[in-house]
Each structure stands twice: as structure tokens, then as C-alpha cells.
């Protein structure tokens, strides 16, 4: 007996108490088109995610050619084709540059490049994107867009296609030609395509139509069987019957459900997480450099923030630089040098401290920005590209290697700056290596915020309010109850990099005016190295965790 492409039996869906569908129970033959139509709510939407295997039934079963759904997505990521109701894809870049990524990211390293080429030609023609191959995303029409998304399907060569609302917002033109194309790609190329649409004006070319109503299964046929059953012309006759009258339905009779045996499919595993992470990483590159306002961002707080530092430190470092540990023999001149050196050295110390928590906490801003939306502002795209096979791992660590960088240049800058312009003492190799650390321990933590918000602007808010509590919680500027100063203090990163930074100073009197002056502990540096660096590894995992997760969302 062989599999029917889709199979559903007493399928039945519900959230918390919320029954979405119940009694759903059909199968669809290979290489045929069908249609789920009805009213808003009535679970259209629900059943094709439940196909696609985002949701998880309560009761029944549902089986692509045989295989478990999630089973079939988790082995063979190309072999079902899902498009939700808007495409997503980088709008900076051009169609020909996100169809290349998509080549690279789902073709399988056994392909040659010739034969990748050839066949991204071949998609291109099928689709009928020659026309506009040159223009960025953001400039296509709504159909062009469609198109677009349903070719980059097209890529992994499918055997089953999964759409929801593909027709969504087109005209009647722009939807007539849709459905032809989709009909001609169940024809002639032996795709099974399920398509969940709102329009209705050309289900004509439907091999049969699914008519769901509150979440029930009314009747699954043809476009005439459906038209005829109710004695109706059209079916916008139709939902007006179910519009305008209060339409119960008798529980239906369970139906068998069987155990078909899983059946091949034509399909590949998408390449591995290396050549994923080159072409990754050549993308990541470019859509870096076209985002002029993140670029001009970047650049402004690299430059202007070690400025702030040397303008606070300008008119009392002075003051510290004449700081003397000797006293006079007078007596009384031994008094009154000792306490104008009580008080001088009381003021060099919150300068020296205070100065050296103010380039940490600005770098801890700084890194907040680098990482707070990057991840979070293409969820969409990272989702599907997550369904398609991508390494959660390659994408986080493309990531990774991003802010890694910008991290090293704003460290070095502000490092080189302040100890050049302000004259602070010590090593600038041992400062830079802490405050490159303590940049790209934030900056790691806050890739991870932005792998677990499922917004650019939450993950942003997150951010800052981490950052805004790194001088408080560090202890360094205020006097915090000892057991709370112990809690708080492996996690927080500013404690970390102004511990290490004042390390450097341990041999000149800076240190030893710092260490008279304060009761919070001056960690050694290689503690504080140590512990920001556990920070970016925890941080790593937790957002290839929170990466991960999406694939099934």
C-alpha cells in the first residue's frame, strides 16, 4: 500500500483549553494541487503549520509519504517546502544575491558548482525572475515577492510544498497567474502542493479544495463537488451560508488511521555547518557594510566615547600626577602636607576608579550595541532558514566572529586613546586585553539576549537594562552589603574589567591610592580574565541554544 503524499487522521488541535480543530481527516495524492479555504478563524492557518510540523497534534495522526513529520524535517530538512504568509529575506540584497545564498546554504557538497549554477538558472526560468534579478528585495512587488520565496523553495528540489496565504494581497490578475504557475508545478513537475488561501477567485485549477468551518472539516472535493453539495454557483455563496446561519455539526466517526510505510523521497541533506559558515560569512559581511546608519553608529560611539573619558579626566589628572608619598620633618608641616594629602589622594582615587569604570561601562554600551539586534532583527529569515537545514552553530558563530571584531577595534581605540591623551601608567597590552575582553563578554551576552527576544527592540531594552545595572551591582561605586556584592559579582562584567584595568596599575602609586581608598576587592587579572571569558562561552551556548530552539517556532 503505498503513502499518500499528505496524510491526516482524527486530527485535533488545541492550545491550553482552546479547541482549534477537531475532526480533520483526509489525504492528498501525490503530485496534486489542493486548497484549504474558509472563513478568518476558521483553523486554516493552524493546519498548515500542524502539517508542517510547527505545531504538535493533541489527538491523530499526520504523516508526510509515510514519515513522522518532525521526524522527516529533522533527517531531511528539503524534502517539505514551507512558505509562510510573508517571505523573508535581507532586503539590501538583490533577488540574484539571495537566491545565491540560498544555493550555497541548501545545495548539498556533492553538487558541483556547475551543476548548482545550471540548476539556479533553471529555478530562475521556472519562477520567471530574469526581469528583475538586479533589484534588492525591498523594491519588488508583492507578486514578485511571492515568486521569489516560492523559488527559493524550489531550490531544494522538494517533493511537497506547504503554503500559506502565497496569494494573500495580490490582484486578481497577479492571483490567476499564481495559481496557473502553481498547477503547472503539480502537472509537470509531480510536486504535491497544499495551499491555504483567502482569494477565491480561480480554485478552479485546484485538484480538490479542503472547506473548513470553526475549525471543523465540512467537505473535501473538487471545486464542482463543493458547489454542487450546496447548491451554490460560487463560493462566496458558499461562506455566506456559513456566514449567515449558525451551522452546528455532530461529532464525526473516527476514521482508521494506517500505518503507511514510509515512502522515499527524492530529496538531499543541505551542506555541512563549514560551508555554511564561509557563505554565512561572506553575507554577513556584506549586509554589514550596507547598513550605512548601523556603519555611521558604529563608528560615532568608537570615537566619540573615548573623547568623554579624556574630558573628565583632563582637569584632575593633574593633580594626580603630582601626588607625593613624602612628608616633610616640621612637624607642623608634616600635618598640614598629610592632610592635603589625605585629601588629595581621596580625590585622585575617585578619579582614578571612577575614570577607570567609565571607559568599562561605556565599552559595556558599546557592546550592547553590537550585539542586542543582530540576531533578533532576521529571526524570520533565520527561522527559515533554520527549517531549510542551516547549522544553528555556523549562524551563531558568524555571528560571533562579527562582534568579535568590531569589539577588538573599539577596545584598541579606547585603550590607545585614553592611556595616550589622559598619561595613565602600566602596560597598554594588559589594558587592552581587558577591555577587549570585557567589550566582547557584553557584546557575546547581548548576542544571546537577541537569539532568545523575538523582537530587535526587546532585545534592545534588554540590553540596557543589563548595562544600566553593571555600575550599581559592580560595587565599585557603591558600598553594597557584602552578600549581595558576593551574588552579584561573577555575573556582572564591570566589576570584572575595572578589577583587571586597575591590576595594571600595581605597580605605581595609582594602585596603591585606588586600594587605600576603596573597600571593594581589586580581583587580580587573570581571575578577571578567567571569569569574563566563562562569560562569553556561557553566552555562546545560550545563544545556540535559544538558536536552535527556533527551528520548530
Given at each position: 500500500?503505498?503513502?499518500?503524499?499528505v496524510?491526516?487522521?482524527?486530527?485535533?488541535?488545541r492550545i491550553?483549553?482552546?479547541?482549534?480543530?477537531?475532526?480533520?481527516?483526509?489525504?492528498?495524492?501525490?503530485?496534486?494541487?489542493?486548497?484549504?479555504?474558509g472563513a478568518?478563524?476558521?483553523?486554516?492557518?493552524?493546519?498548515?503549520?500542524?502539517?508542517a510540523?510547527?505545531l504538535?497534534?493533541?489527538?491523530?495522526?499526520?504523516?508526510?509519504?509515510?514519515?513522522?513529520?518532525?521526524?522527516?524535517k529533522k533527517e531531511?530538512?528539503?524534502?517539505?517546502g514551507y512558505l509562510?504568509?510573508f517571505?523573508?529575506?535581507?532586503?539590501e540584497?538583490?533577488?540574484?544575491e539571495n537566491?545565491q545564498?540560498?544555493v550555497?546554504?541548501r545545495?548539498?557538497n556533492?553538487?558541483?558548482?556547475a551543476v548548482?549554477?545550471?540548476?539556479?538558472?533553471?529555478?530562475?526560468?521556472?519562477?520567471?525572475?530574469e526581469?528583475?534579478?538586479?533589484?534588492?528585495?525591498?523594491?519588488?512587488?508583492?507578486?514578485?515577492?511571492?515568486?521569489?520565496?516560492?523559488?527559493e523553495?524550489?531550490i531544494?528540489?522538494?517533493?511537497?510544498?506547504?503554503?500559506?496565504e502565497?496569494?494573500s494581497?495580490?490582484?486578481?490578475?497577479?492571483?490567476r497567474?499564481?495559481?496557473i504557475?502553481l498547477?503547472?508545478?503539480?502537472?509537470?513537475?509531480?510536486k504535491?502542493?497544499?495551499l491555504?488561501?483567502?482569494a477565491t477567485?480561480?480554485?478552479?485549477?485546484?485538484?480538490a479544495?479542503?472547506?473548513?468551518h470553526?475549525?471543523?472539516?465540512?467537505?473535501?472535493?473538487?471545486?464542482?463537488?463543493?458547489?454542487?453539495a450546496?447548491?451554490?454557483?460560487?463560493i462566496a455563496d458558499?461562506?455566506?451560508?456559513?456566514?449567515?446561519?449558525d451551522?452546528?455539526?455532530?461529532?464525526?466517526?473516527p476514521?482508521?488511521?494506517?500505518?503507511?510505510?514510509?515512502?522515499?523521497?527524492?530529496?538531499?541533506s543541505?551542506?555541512?555547518?563549514?560551508r555554511?559558515?564561509?557563505?554565512?560569512?561572506?553575507?554577513?559581511?556584506?549586509?554589514?557594510?550596507?547598513?550605512?546608519?548601523?556603519?555611521?553608529?558604529?563608528l560615532?560611539?568608537?570615537?566619540t566615547?573615548?573623547?568623554?573619558?579624556?574630558?573628565?579626566?583632563?582637569?584632575?589628572?593633574?593633580?594626580?600626577r603630582?601626588?607625593?608619598?613624602?612628608?616633610?620633618t616640621?612637624?607642623i608641616?608634616?600635618?598640614?602636607?598629610?592632610?592635603?594629602y589625605?585629601?588629595?589622594?581621596?580625590?585622585?582615587?575617585?578619579?582614578?576608579?571612577?575614570l577607570?569604570?567609565?571607559?568599562?561601562?561605556?565599552?559595556?554600551?558599546?557592546?550592547?550595541?553590537?550585539?542586542?539586534r543582530?540576531?533578533?532583527?532576521?529571526?524570520?529569515?533565520?527561522?527559515?532558514?533554520?527549517?531549510?537545514?542551516?547549522s544553528?552553530?555556523?549562524?551563531?558563530l558568524?555571528?560571533?566572529?562579527?562582534?568579535?571584531?568590531?569589539?577588538?577595534?573599539?577596545?584598541?581605540?579606547?585603550?590607545?586613546?585614553?592611556?595616550?591623551?589622559c598619561?595613565?601608567?602600566?602596560?597598554?597590552?594588559?589594558?587592552?586585553?581587558?577591555?577587549?575582553?570585557?567589550?566582547l563578554?557584553?557584546?557575546a551576552?547581548?548576542?544571546?539576549?537577541?537569539a532568545?527576544?523575538?523582537?530587535?527592540?526587546?532585545?534592545?531594552?534588554l540590553?540596557?537594562?543589563?548595562?544600566?545595572?553593571?555600575?550599581?551591582?559592580?560595587?565599585?561605586?557603591?558600598?553594597?552589603?557584602?552578600?549581595?556584592?558576593?551574588?552579584c559579582?561573577?555575573?556582572?562584567?564591570?566589576?570584572?574589567?575595572?578589577?583587571?584595568?586597575?591590576?595594571?596599575?600595581?605597580?605605581?602609586r595609582?594602585?596603591?591610592?585606588?586600594?587605600?581608598?576603596?573597600?571593594t576587592?581589586?580581583?587580580?587579572?587573570?581571575?578577571?580574565?578567567?571569569?569574563?571569558?566563562?562569560?562569553?562561552?556561557?553566552?555562546?551556548?545560550?545563544?545556540?541554544w535559544f538558536?536552535?530552539?527556533?527551528?520548530?517556532?
Amino acid at each position: 500500500m503505498s503513502a499518500a503524499a499528505v496524510s491526516v487522521a482524527n486530527l485535533e488541535i488545541r492550545i491550553g483549553h482552546k479547541l482549534l480543530l477537531s475532526d480533520i481527516s483526509f489525504d492528498v495524492p501525490a503530485g496534486s494541487f489542493i486548497a484549504i479555504i474558509g472563513a478568518s478563524g476558521c483553523g486554516k492557518s493552524t493546519l498548515i503549520k500542524t502539517l508542517a510540523g510547527q505545531l504538535v497534534p493533541s489527538k491523530g495522526k499526520v504523516s508526510i509519504a509515510g514519515h513522522a513529520v518532525r521526524q522527516l524535517k529533522k533527517e531531511f530538512p528539503l524534502a517539505v517546502g514551507y512558505l509562510p504568509q510573508f517571505g523573508a529575506f535581507h532586503p539590501e540584497l538583490s533577488v540574484l544575491e539571495n537566491l545565491q545564498n540560498a544555493v550555497a546554504l541548501r545545495l548539498p557538497n556533492s553538487v558541483p558548482p556547475a551543476v548548482q549554477r545550471n540548476w539556479m538558472r533553471h529555478i530562475i526560468e521556472v519562477a520567471r525572475l530574469e526581469p528583475f534579478l538586479q533589484q534588492t528585495y525591498r523594491t519588488l512587488s508583492g507578486g514578485q515577492m511571492r515568486r521569489m520565496a516560492l523559488a527559493e523553495e524550489l531550490i531544494g528540489d522538494p517533493a511537497i510544498f506547504l503554503l500559506d496565504e502565497l496569494t494573500s494581497g495580490l490582484d486578481a490578475f497577479s492571483d490567476r497567474e499564481m495559481m496557473i504557475w502553481l498547477r503547472e508545478l503539480a502537472q509537470q513537475y509531480g510536486k504535491t502542493i497544499v495551499l491555504v488561501t483567502h482569494a477565491t477567485y480561480h480554485l478552479e485549477y485546484c485538484d480538490a479544495i479542503l472547506f473548513l468551518h470553526k475549525g471543523r472539516m465540512v467537505q473535501f472535493g473538487t471545486y464542482q463537488e463543493l458547489l454542487d453539495a450546496h447548491g451554490v454557483a460560487s463560493i462566496a455563496d458558499l461562506f455566506a451560508i456559513y456566514q449567515t446561519q449558525d451551522i452546528e455539526f455532530p461529532p464525526a466517526a473516527p476514521v482508521a488511521e494506517v500505518d503507511y510505510p514510509p515512502q522515499p523521497l527524492k530529496t538531499a541533506s543541505p551542506p555541512g555547518g563549514g560551508r555554511q559558515f564561509c557563505t554565512l560569512l561572506a553575507r554577513q559581511a556584506k549586509l554589514f557594510w550596507r547598513d550605512k546608519v548601523q556603519v555611521g553608529l558604529h563608528l560615532s560611539l568608537a570615537l566619540t566615547f573615548p573623547a568623554v573619558v579624556a574630558v573628565f579626566a583632563t582637569k584632575g589628572l593633574p593633580q594626580v600626577r603630582s601626588l607625593t608619598l613624602s612628608l616633610e620633618t616640621n612637624i607642623i608641616r608634616t600635618l598640614v602636607e598629610q592632610l592635603q594629602y589625605l585629601q588629595e589622594s581621596y580625590h585622585a582615587a575617585s578619579l582614578i576608579s571612577g575614570l577607570t569604570m567609565f571607559q568599562v561601562i561605556l565599552l559595556t554600551l558599546i557592546g550592547a550595541n553590537n550585539g542586542a539586534r543582530e540576531i533578533a532583527k532576521e529571526r524570520e529569515v533565520l527561522q527559515k532558514e533554520l527549517r531549510a537545514g542551516l547549522s544553528p552553530l555556523a549562524y551563531v558563530l558568524t555571528k560571533f566572529l562579527q562582534v568579535a571584531f568590531l569589539s577588538l577595534l573599539q577596545a584598541f581605540w579606547m585603550a590607545w586613546f585614553v592611556k595616550t591623551v589622559c598619561g595613565f601608567p602600566g602596560e597598554f597590552i594588559l589594558q587592552f586585553g581587558i577591555l577587549f575582553t570585557v567589550t566582547l563578554a557584553m557584546s557575546a551576552t547581548c548576542l544571546a539576549i537577541s537569539a532568545a527576544c523575538a523582537s530587535p527592540e526587546r532585545a534592545s531594552l534588554l540590553a540596557i537594562y543589563l548595562v544600566g545595572f553593571q555600575l550599581p551591582l559592580s560595587g565599585a561605586a557603591l558600598a553594597l552589603p557584602e552578600w549581595l556584592s558576593l551574588a552579584c559579582r561573577p555575573f556582572i562584567a564591570a566589576y570584572w574589567g575595572w578589577s583587571g584595568y586597575l591590576k595594571t596599575f600595581e605597580s605605581f602609586r595609582h594602585y596603591d591610592i585606588v586600594k587605600q581608598s576603596t573597600a571593594t576587592f581589586i580581583a587580580p587579572y587573570h581571575s578577571c580574565l578567567l571569569v569574563l571569558g566563562l562569560h562569553i562561552l556561557a553566552a555562546l551556548a545560550a545563544g545556540w541554544w535559544f538558536t536552535r530552539k527556533m527551528r520548530f517556532v
